[in-house]
Nanobody, 119 residues
Framework: VHVAESGGGLVQPGGSLRLSCAAS????????MGWFRQAPGKARELVAH???????DYADSVKGRFTISRDNAKNTFYLQMNSLKPEDTAVYYC??????????????WGQGTQVTVSS
């Protein structure tokens, strides 16, 4: 079982990026999933979360700018980030609770993807 992020990069302030988190392997389904980020010298923080019922929750700092969504057919989650600010610069991680064949529910972390917002 593997969870991996993609889509990070360098973007100017005010720009947009879309991050993806794909789960692969012997899984029945993805239950809930969250996007976290960690800036240098700071603790990892929850940015956005989506439940199996598609309820969403966001950190105050990203409300109205970021949108979390899921494509169950592709076992993939997304984080659409608009109006990016320099303070959004961080390594972004996905964390997914997966129902693994023969095991049950297990939570996995991706390896992280760097997002840098700078002019």
């Amino acid at each position: 079982v593997h969870v991996a992020e993609s889509g990070g990069g360098l973007v100017q302030p005010g720009g947009s990026l879309r991050l993806s988190c794909a789960a692969s392997g012997s899984i029945f389904r993805i239950n809930d999933m969250g996007w976290f980020r960690q800036a240098p010298g700071k603790a990892r923080e929850l940015v956005a979360h989506i439940t199996s019922g598609d309820s969403t929750d966001y950190a105050d700092s990203v409300k109205g700018r970021f949108t979390i969504s899921r494509d169950n057919a592709k076992n993939t989650f997304y984080l659409q980030m608009n109006s990016l600010k320099p303070e959004d610069t961080a390594v972004y991680y996905c964390n997914a609770r997966l129902e693994v064949v023969g095991v049950g529910f297990v939570r996995y972390w991706g390896q992280g993807t760097q997002v840098t917002v700078s002019s």
